[in-house]
């Protein structure tokens, strides 16, 4: 890389970050630490969602698979846009009609204090190997770009992503998300454009694709492993604690369906864009294998993209993979201080509460930063990805998004079923050999942690039926009880939060919009592309911008 490509990252990386620190004033109680304020618009937080989901693996997980593989990557993918549709219409009105302010709050009035406890203290411990997982990503963008080694990579930015979401909160990891939507966006469309003119234009492209290159399917990702993933995707949309927030952030029901439709409709599109650039590489350069192929993405942005644009393409993906990080972080801090801190210390001032809060981030950030270091002793991202996403994803989610409907289920038969179908998958994940003579393919595995829960949770149902229980005690004392609604913040103070967040938002637009410019005109190639792309970003911004007076204008009280 170029200096100018340094210099624009660094610039970038500030501009991120100062967006991130301007939240340090907002996060003042938990309701706007958390929940930012309780009524998010649900575009942005769609797009949060969207941001916090697709860079866990885009660049690194599908982005290596679209280069070994070729389709099958973007079929993949389309199987999550069905699971987002799915939560829109069902889960997340569901969610926000609760008036939780975490999903371990609902646990905590529906099934009870103890089976609360068991499912926080799991999630914890599988979110922190998620949030590991996350983070590695980001270092093996910055290493495959600068040749920094991946401890000193996974260390300074875990460190940097650390510093906005402690002071921020939820308001910072969402901005910074919706911002990074944007940027990478746009970089990836210059991507692609540049991509199919170094390959000699798409016809050309399909013509030199390696034979079954553009099959749907895989031997190994069949369209059995499809429908389990989409049944996996649909429970870890609706269920991941850290996106339940997406749906209790906003202000109704409808909104957060509109959270879940605008998550659908992004990876029924976005799929085709983000995944030609390594399928290309693929032509240009068929020789990568092991875990080289995970940096097949920054390859290829490195063949085509003109001076500085790399900077920027690279400082998007690293914010943007580490948007999953940040989230998670925020949705760990949040269960540790209102679902642990707060029930052990419910006369805690509020000064107190916060201070945990930034506390457990700031540990729970560190612990991220350990498990990271150990994702390439584990057989690299994608096997780890997969890996705890089959034998845990349907197991630990599943139960609690089904009690959301149940009038039957009780604690003890909900945790039952967490207990039994994630023991079943663990044996069959390590000793299937021992057992079967042959391991699990990864569409039976898939397929065993998807479905299992489910059918027993079924059954449980029908035996509840059967021996007349039309109602459980646990769903009896949940509906007695009223639903506890957060009132410390009035209506006018979330709307002068969604005020600031877009103006943050708007003026970072323009500063990235700006910096995007001073390359177009800097680039000795492809300039008018970068220029074009620069100036719909300021566009966009300055589109966001007039609405602060209307947004201002509150009802007058009669």
């Known amino acids: 890389m170029s200096n100018i490509d340094y210099i624009t990252i660094l610039v970038f990386s500030l501009v991120i970050v100062m967006a991130g620190l301007a939240f340090r004033k907002r996060g003042s109680d938990m309701k706007s630490y958390f929940a930012a304020g309780g009524a998010v618009p649900w575009s942005i937080s769609g797009l949060s969602l969207f941001m916090s989901f697709f860079s866990a693996g885009t660049f690194v997980v599908w982005g290596s698979i679209a280069y070994e593989l070729g389709w099958v990557a973007i079929t993949i993918q389309m199987a999550m846009c069905l699971g987002g549709f799915f939560v829109a219409y069902l889960i997340a009105p569901k969610w926000r009609n609760t008036n939780s302010l975490t999903a371990a709050e609902f646990v905590r009035k529906r099934l009870g204090g103890k089976t ?18 996350f983070l590695y990503p980001v270092a093996k963008i910055i290493n495959v770009s600068t040749g920094f080694s991946i401890t000193a990579c996974v260390i300074v930015l875990g460190l940097l992503i650390l510093l906005y979401t402690v002071v921020g909160g939820l308001w910072a990891v969402i901005i910074t998300d919706v911002l990074q939507f944007v940027i990478l966006t746009a970089a990836v469309l210059i991507v692609v454009y540049l991509s199919l003119q170094e390959v000699g234009g798409l016809d050309a492209f399909i013509d030199k694709a390696p ?14 492993f499809i429908v389990a993933f989409a049944i996996y995707n649909t429970i870890f949309i609706g269920g991941n604690w850290a996106y339940v927030q997406r749906y209790t952030s906003v202000k109704d029901a409808k909104s957060a369906k509109k959270v879940g439709l605008t998550f659908g409709w992004l990876y029924l599109l976005s799929p085709f864009i983000w995944m030609l650039p390594p399928m290309i590489y693929k032509v240009l350069n068929p020789s990568l294998t092991g875990l080289d192929i995970e940096g097949a993405y920054l390859l290829i942005c490195k063949e085509v993209l003109p001076l500085g644009m790399l900077g ?57 930063i350990g498990v990271a270091l150990l994702v390439p002793s584990a057989g690299g991202i994608v096997n780890m990805v997969l890996s705890i996403g089959a034998v845990t994803g349907c197991s630990l989610y599943g139960p609690p998004i089904w009690a959301l409907f149940s009038k039957r289920h009780t604690g003890k038969s909900i945790l039952g079923v967490t207990l039994i179908s994630l023991s079943i998958n663990l044996l069959f994940k390590f000793f299937a050999d021992s057992l079967l003579g042959e391991s699990l393919s990864r569409a039976n595995e898939m397929l065993l942690g998807s479905i299992l829960p489910f059918a027993l949770l079924l059954a449980y149902e029908w035996y509840a ?4 229980v039309n109602e459980s005690e646990d769903y009896t004392k949940y509906q007695s009880k009223a639903l506890k609604v957060v009132e410390d913040e009035e209506e006018k103070d979330s709307a002068e939060q969604n005020v600031f967040g877009l103006k943050v938002l708007a003026v970072t637009l323009i500063a990235v919009g700006v910096l995007i410019l001073i390359l177009g005109i800097f680039a000795q190639e492809s300039n008018g592309i970068v220029l074009a792309v620069g100036s719909i970003i300021v566009v966009i911004a300055l589109i966001i911008y007039p609405n602060f007076k209307r947004l201002l204008r509150f009802p007058k009280s009669s």
């Open 465 to 468: 039926k059967f021996k007349g």
């Open 211 to 224: 034979e079954n290159f553009l099959d749907w399917t895989t031997s190994e990702y069949s369209w059995g």
């Open 116 to 133: 609360q406890n068991f499912y926080t203290y799991l999630i914890l411990i599988i979110s922190l190997g998620y949030s590991g997982a």
């Open 312 to 368: 920027l393409m690279l400082g998007g993906m690293v914010f943007a993979t580490a948007s999953s990080v940040n989230t998670t972080l925020n949705l760990a801090a949040s269960v540790i201080t209102n679902d642990i801190f707060r029930v052990l210390k419910p006369n805690a001032s509020v000064k107190q509460t916060m201070n945990v809060a930034k506390i457990s981030t700031l540990l729970f950030g560190l612990g991220t």
